[in-house]
Antibody, heavy 117, light 110 residues
Framework: EVQLVESGGGLVKPGGALKLSCVAS????????MSWVRQAPGKGLEWVGR??????????DYATPVKGRFTISRDDSKNIVYLQMNSLKTEDTAVYYC????????WGQGTLVTVSS | QSVLTQPPSTSGTPGQRVTVSCSGS????????IYWYQQVPGTAPKLLIY???QRPSGVPDRFSGSKSGTSASLVISGLRSEDEADYYC???????????FGGGTKVTVL
């Protein structure tokens, strides 16, 4: 089955850290560019960042609000993309989705991250 | 404020034709493909249109997309009650080096 499954969300205090995972199945993961998109409660969609496939350098791009705090990485041997989130702020509270950056984007179901004291 | 501009809401009666617009610039819609998503509250976004006009398998043909210059539109022909949802446009922005989403349009079926 073609799917993306996110995990790792939860409650964390401001200033804390959290690492999200997204496992891909049914796709050629090592050929995929992968993105993370988030959605704050009651708000619209916001792109977080992306990682290119290794054959394209495996480089990353980030949205301004998370640059320097968030890091995207990938493990093609496990078909997993990660989102390491450090120095979390209350405004990072959102559902985080992983997506493929391909011709026909595929989305996961999302994982909720709540940043609160 | 979103780089891609959508009307906050629109509505129609069952069977009507509804259009959702998305306005951008030369660095996003003017240069790159537009994508459209449907999101029912509490669920993940669902891809409706990719590469401006293409429909993924399983998406009814009453959903159609178009693009002209720096603007794009999603048309729902023959509106149905199950089409009540939020709709988002998206495009890569070359200047910002990132994906940009519209603010979303809530479609209400009266």
């Amino acid at each position: 089955e073609v799917q993306l499954v996110e995990s790792g969300g939860g409650l964390v205090k401001p200033g804390g850290a959290l690492k999200l995972s997204c496992v891909a199945s049914g796709i050629s993961f090592n050929s995929a560019w992968m993105s993370w998109v988030r959605q704050a409660p009651g708000k619209g969609l916001e792109w977080v960042g992306r990682i290119k496939r290794i054959s394209d350098g495996g480089t990353t791009d980030y949205a301004t609000p998370v640059k320097g705090r968030f890091t995207i990485s990938r493990d093609d041997s496990k078909n997993i993309v990660y989102l390491q989130m450090n120095s979390l702020k209350t405004e990072d509270t959102a559902v985080y989705y992983c997506t493929t950056d391909g011709r026909v984007p595929l989305w996961g179901q999302g994982t909720l991250v709540t940043v609160s004291s | 404020q979103s780089v891609l501009t959508q009307p906050p809401s629109t509505s129609g009666t069952p069977g009507q034709r509804v259009t959702v617009s998305c306005s951008g610039s030369s660095s996003n819609i003017g240069t790159n493909d537009i994508y459209w998503y449907q999101q029912v509250p509490g669920t993940a976004p669902k891809l409706l249109i990719y590469r401006n006009i293409q429909r993924p398998s399983g998406v009814p043909d009453r959903f159609s997309g178009s693009k002209s210059g720096t603007s794009a539109s999603l048309v729902i022909s023959g509106l149905r009650s199950e089409d009540e949802a939020d709709y988002y446009c998206a495009a890569w922005d070359d200047s910002l080096s990132g994906w940009e989403f519209g603010g979303g349009t809530k479609v209400t079926v009266l």
